[in-house]
């Protein structure tokens, strides 16, 4: 049963893994034995992730690139294939959403500026897609002259399916990172053959550095928001970055073979709940 979810020797890269979500992503994989590249642009944070790895008997190397940019992304693709010569698995964790393109209390969404709009459309969307593009050309046309395989997992949102109050843009960018999963999943699969697959996480609510402020108060306590949201989980809390761990190890793993072009929840039972 073990070696349907064992990731020994694989190579994985995890953009965002500086991330809350994507550092607990890279550091699960490594658990699982994935030799794991932590790509983020803040270049400390990279190292740190790395090192934390290391400090627990896994391989990993910090990757200080920015998703936005492609000569970013081709150097540290360059320098993962020159210490570990492929890539199997690219974990897709970066995004989020920025304060201007939110519609608060005190705006309306005549008043959203265009360009917070396509900021957020830009880091959610189309660094998917650049990620997919430069790391996942590798999968697809393998050096060895192997058959193409391999493994993408996009991260995208319970806002993809049920838009959310004030964060529209992140709302519409999340559901754009759905359809290009499951796009991505066909086009790849059919040109370069079934072992190349594309499947996506939704998580629920988790704290992370740019949602507390909207969900927790200083004291600890839940916002009015927080509440709101917490009372729409089955589950009763906000998820564990760790909770997203096994779903990810899954996906990549020989166990997920036939699985391709899916979003899995993992959310508390929040897309399942009606509210009545």
């Excluded at 189309?126 to 060895?144: C, I, K, N, Y």
């Amino acid at each position: 049963m073990d070696e349907l979810f064992s990731l020994e020797d694989k190579v994985a890269v995890v953009i965002g893994g500086t991330g809350v979500l994507g550092g607990a992503m890279a550091r699960g994989l490594a658990r699982a034995g994935a030799r794991v590249g932590v790509l983020g642009r803040r270049r400390n944070r990279a190292e740190e992730v790395a090192e934390e790895i290391g400090g627990t008997g896994g391989k990993a190397l910090a990757l200080p690139a920015d998703v936005l940019r492609r000569e970013q992304l081709e150097a540290a693709r360059g320098v993962v294939l020159e210490r570990w010569g492929r890539v199997d698995i690219l974990v897709n964790a970066a995004g989020g959403n920025v304060p201007a393109a939110t519609v608060d209390d005190n705006a309306t969404i005549f008043d959203l500026p265009l360009e917070a709009f396509r900021e957020v459309f830009d880091l959610n969307l189309l660094g998917t897609l650049l990620a997919s593009q430069v790391l996942g050309e590798v999968m697809a046309r393998r050096s060895d002259g192997g058959e193409a395989s391999g493994c993408i997992v996009n991260v995208s949102s319970m806002a993809a399916q049920r838009p959310l109050t004030k964060v529209g843009g992140y709302s519409a960018a999340k559901a754009a990172v759905e359809n290009l999963t499951r796009w991505l999943a066909v086009e790849l699969s059919r040109r370069y053959g079934a072992g190349l697959r594309v499947n996506a996480i939704a998580p629920g609510f988790f704290l992370g550095e740019q949602n507390r402020a909207l969900l927790v108060e200083e004291d600890g306590s839940l916002t009015p928001r927080g509440r709101t949201i917490v009372g729409h989980t089955p589950a009763g809390r906000f998820g564990e970055p760790e909770e997203l761990v096994s779903t990810l190890i899954w996906l990549c793993g020989p166990g997920a073979r036939f699985v391709n072009g899916i979003v899995v929840p993992v959310d508390g039972g929040f897309s399942a709940y009606s509210g009545v």
